[in-house]
C-alpha cells in the first residue's frame, strides 16, 4: 500500500511541475557542455592540473576575488596572445605588485617558463 502511496505521490508532483526541463536547468547543461568542450582543450587540462599542484588556489578563485584577483578577472583584462601569454607567465615567476592592489603576488621562481604559460593559457580560457 505504501509502494503505490508513494509512487502516486511521486507521479502528482511530475505532473504539477510540468515534468519539462527549467531555464535553470537548461542553463546548467549548457555550462556543462561549456566545461566539457574546455576539459577537451589539451591547455585548459595542463594548465589545471598545474594549477592544481601549486599553490596559486590559495590566493586565487576561478569566479570570485580571493586575496588576489580571480581568474576570469584576469582573462576579461588581457587578450589571449602570445604576448600576454609571455608576460603573464613571467609575472606568475618573478611575482609583483600593482596590477591588482597593493598586495603582492610572490614569486614561484621553481616555475619553468613553459609550465606558467600552461597555467596562463588555462587563466585566459576562462574568459566569460
Known amino acids: 500500500m505504501r509502494k503505490i502511496l508513494y509512487t ?3 507521479a502528482f508532483l511530475l ?3 510540468g515534468g519539462g526541463a527549467t531555464k535553470t536547468e537548461a542553463t546548467t547543461e549548457a555550462a556543462a557542455s561549456s566545461e566539457t568542450k574546455l576539459s577537451d582543450n589539451p591547455d ?6 598545474l594549477i592544481a599542484g601549486s599553490d596559486c588556489l590559495t590566493c586565487h578563485k576561478v569566479a570570485e576575488k ?11 583584462k588581457y587578450e589571449n596572445t602570445d604576448d600576454n601569454i ?3 607567465a613571467g609575472k606568475i615567476i618573478k611575482g609583483g605588485s600593482g596590477n591588482w592592489g597593493a598586495i603582492p603576488m610572490t614569486a614561484h621562481a621553481n616555475l619553468s617558463q613553459e609550465d ?10 576562462l574568459k566569460k
Open 86 to 88: 609571455e608576460m603573464l
Open 15 to 17: 505532473v504539477a511541475c
Open 44 to 49: 585548459y587540462s595542463k594548465g589545471l592540473a
Open 8 to 10: 502516486l505521490s511521486a
Open 66 to 76: 580571493n586575496i588576489g584577483p580571480a581568474y576570469q578577472e584576469v582573462a576579461a
Open 116 to 125: 606558467a604559460e600552461a597555467m596562463v593559457k588555462y587563466i585566459l580560457l
